[in-house]
């Protein structure tokens, strides 16, 4: 098994994915089709929970996600929250956003995931 | 104005009775776009990236040399002390055959003079006398005191195969409304009938006026798809605040979710066709769409009103609730794209179904307030 990264596009983020454990998804995900850019994560950490036990820390430093987007975090975080114990989520904001801190807030309510807040 | 426009059956809320009479307007443009604000640099190239998806390549040049000459035209030609934000304005509209580069900015009486005689002079010379006036101009490099030497004019002169259309409306004190169109043809294999006589500027200057009235700084009508939505967004980005900040952020947000409504729910599965409409209000921001759809979404009506009762609380719950259920379902739509949109601003999502000639139409509408929701 190997690193992967899936580029940034116009309106998709970059998506860092590493065998030390470390996910980092960074940019704007703002696609209509969020699932089609996110298969290949959903495919390689699938993977990945089956080859390694690392403890996985996913990173996510995005300034702007879509509703179809926000379905495919929840996603990639709930395949990481059905192994407890096994991974936490760094989340970076804009220190004047508000709106961006409370959603990852939000998506911490969801999930039984440390969440640690980042602002920049 | 095209015809039907007053025979709209839609009973629409004070915010989307304009995009419901422009749509009508609008009904045969392959694209149009309407802009009203700031112009620097960068706009021309979005605008230019946003049409070069839809022409002919061989008219792309031809098309992204005009498109930039009218923008420079209108920061040449203009009195900045004049124009505030929302006085200059750019248009384009594609026509078939016809691509229709509109524009318009305040100018003096100077201006005026220059600019009406110029433009004459140059509507009655023909293609080869274009090119030695432009050849001798050229070789004289008498420059202008705004920084032109008329060049620009003539290429565009040069470049459009139609005489360029031009009036001027007197407004306050000693200043004029110039507004200028340039009919590019873009099928050349059209038929004569059809290669006549370009539209008028005067129907261009009717909505123009009508827009700038209710305010509308902003309008697209054409295909939604996501390489399209993005140069248009960030047209909106550098325009609408930073969308760092919150504010910028909402108006992004609500910009991205409605334009994408459009494209999920459109009419046709290839071509995801649809009008959306930005207009300043009091308070903040209204953004509104139309779009044919298919399904008939019998439902959505009764649905929306819902959402419009439910509070702040019941929504965040309904959304959590709602995106959880959606990560086991196989299709893309997490449907949680109206609860966030009602959330986040907590103003009514507007919504009226309607029918005509064409199908089932869908336009939705909301206000982004600065002052409340999030």
């Known amino acids: ?120 | 104005m095209k015809k039907g426009i007053q025979d709209s059956k839609f009973d629409m809320t004070e915010g989307i009775q304009l995009i419901s009479l422009l749509r009508m307007c609008f009904s045969e443009d392959k694209i149009c776009l309407f802009y009203r604000g700031d112009f620097d640099d960068m706009f021309t190239d979005k605008l230019i990236s946003l049409v070069e998806y839809e022409v002919e390549k061989k008219a792309k040049k031809r098309i992204a040399f005009l498109m930039a000459e009218s923008f420079q035209n209108i920061v040449r030609h203009s009195n900045n002390e004049m124009n505030n934000q929302t006085a200059s304005l750019f248009g384009i509209r594609a026509l078939e055959p016809f691509l229709h580069i509109f524009s318009r900015n305040l100018v003096n009486i100077q201006d005026k003079l220059f600019l009406e005689k110029k433009l004459n002079e140059l509507n009655n010379l023909d293609k080869d006398q274009l090119k030695a006036y432009y050849t001798q101009v050229l070789g004289e490099g008498i420059l202008s005191k705004k920084g032109g030497a008329g060049l620009g004019l003539i290429e565009m002169a040069k470049k459009s195969q139609k005489p360029i259309q031009k009036n001027f409306k007197k407004c306050a004190g000693e200043n004029f409304a110039f507004n200028m169109q340039i009919d590019l043809v873009v099928d050349d294999q059209a038929s004569p009938e059809l290669l006549g006589d370009p539209m008028s500027i005067e129907e261009n200057t009717v909505i123009v006026d009508l827009m700038t009235a209710r305010n509308m700084v902003f309008l697209y009508k054409g295909d939604f798809s996501d390489e399209i939505i993005t140069p248009m967004l960030n047209i909106l980005e550098g325009n609408t605040g930073n969308p760092g900040d919150s504010v910028g952020f909402k108006i992004y947000h609500a910009a991205v979710e409605l334009m994408q409504n459009i494209s999920r729910h459109g009419s046709n599965a290839d071509k995801k066709e649809g009008i959306f409409a930005i207009n300043k209000t009091d308070k903040g921001y209204y953004l509104c769409t139309g779009n044919y759809f298919t399904n008939p979404e019998k439902d959505l009506e009764k649905y929306v009103n819902k959402l419009n009762a439910m509070s702040k609380h019941d929504l965040d719950d309904l959304y959590r609730h709602q995106l959880k259920a959606s990560v086991n379902l196989p299709n893309n739509n997490a449907g949680v794209g109206l609860i966030d949109l009602r959330r986040s601003f907590m103003t009514p999502l507007d919504i009226k179904l309607g029918e005509d000639k064409n199908g089932n139409y869908l336009m939705m509408g909301l206000e982004i307030s600065f002052n409340n929701g999030k």
């Open chain 1, 1 to 120: 098994m190997e690193n992967k990264t899936i580029k940034a596009t116009e309106f998709g983020p970059e998506i860092i994915l590493e065998t030390t454990g470390n996910i980092t998804i960074s940019g704007k995900s703002r696609m209509e089709d969020a699932s089609l850019y996110y298969k290949e994560a959903h495919d390689w950490l699938l993977n990945y929970k089956k080859d390694f036990n690392n403890s996985l820390t996913v990173t996510l430093d995005l300034s702007y996600f879509n509703s179809s987007s926000a379905k495919q975090l929840l996603k990639l975080l709930l395949s990481i929250n059905d192994a407890a114990g096994r991974g936490k989520v760094i989340w970076i904001y804009p220190e004047n956003n508000d709106i961006l801190l409370e959603r990852g807030q939000e998506l911490e309510i969801m999930l039984d995931l440390p969440f640690e807040y980042k602002s920049k």
